[in-house]
T-cell receptor, first 114, second 115 residues
Framework: SQKIEQNSEALNIQEGKTATLTCNYT??????LQWYRQDPGRGPVFLLL?????KEKRKERLKVTFDTTLKQSLFHITASQPADSATYLC?????????????FGAGTRLAVHP | ETGVTQTPRHLVMGMTNKKSLKCEQH?????MYWYKQSAKKPLELMFV???????ENNSVPSRFSPECPNSSHLFLHLHTLQPEDSALYLC??????????????FGPGTRLTVT
């Protein structure tokens, strides 16, 4: 069966450290993988998109890797800050057609402590 | 007003009521989406409209009825809901693929409680 797995347990790290979140999937062949941030009671906010032919993507303190052989994406936040505390969602784009059909993982909650 | 807006933000309704959720996007996108988010569960895609045509209906019960009168507006009509339908309902929009980036822009959601 198709599955997207993210660490269900919260990730607690100290301010200034690098946070690494994992997204594993099975029985999908996504053309794109996206990462979103969601704060409590709010809608998700897009962070980064990586294509199947890209190994790595960076944006400021964020870095995403995509290994289609391992069926895994890693999401890194360097020099983490308490303001980075949120739930981070990975999403696979499985629709080759004209719109985005995103399948979301359940998310990993990140808590950055001062 | 910018981005994606949703009204109401909170809704409490009885199982016999009829209500509607409204979503409006000011981004010029052609695709709009309804998602359901229950506690500790992934977002569940409910419906997709692309150029006002419904292209996805993920086995959603008929007590949820979507309507897309134009590319900027999306409604979700609710009737005879069940308590397990209580959740955060999120609307999103995106460009059509090939016309830009493929990310989705989400509204703030409607927190629905069915009593």
């Amino acid at each position: 069966s198709q599955k997207i797995e993210q660490n269900s347990e919260a990730l607690n790290i100290q301010e200034g450290k690098t946070a690494t979140l994992t997204c594993n999937y099975t029985n999908y062949s996504p053309a794109y993988l996206q990462w979103y941030r969601q704060d409590p009671g709010r809608g998700p906010v897009f962070l980064l998109l990586i294509r199947e032919n890209e190994k790595e993507k960076r944006k400021e303190r964020l870095k995403v890797t995509f290994d289609t052989t391992l069926k895994q994406s890693l999401f890194h936040i360097t020099a983490s800050q308490p303001a980075d505390s949120a739930t981070y969602l990975c999403a696979l784009d499985t629709e080759p057609g004209g719109y985005n059909k995103l399948i979301f993982g359940a998310g990993t909650r990140l808590a950055v402590h001062p | 007003e910018t981005g994606v807006t949703q009204t109401p933000r909170h809704l409490v309704m009885g199982m016999t009521n009829k209500k509607s959720l409204k979503c409006e996007q000011h981004l010029g996108h052609n695709a709009m989406y309804w998602y359901k988010q229950s506690a500790k569960k992934p977002l569940e895609l409910m419906f997709v409209y692309n150029f006002k045509e419904q292209t996805e209906n993920n086995s959603v019960p008929s007590r949820f009825s979507p309507e897309c009168p134009n590319s900027s507006h999306l409604f979700l009509h609710l009737h005879t809901l069940q308590p397990e339908d209580s959740a955060l309902y999120l609307c999103a929009s995106s460009q059509t693929k090939g016309q830009g980036n493929n990310e989705q822009y989400f509204g703030p959601g409607t927190r629905l409680t069915v009593t």
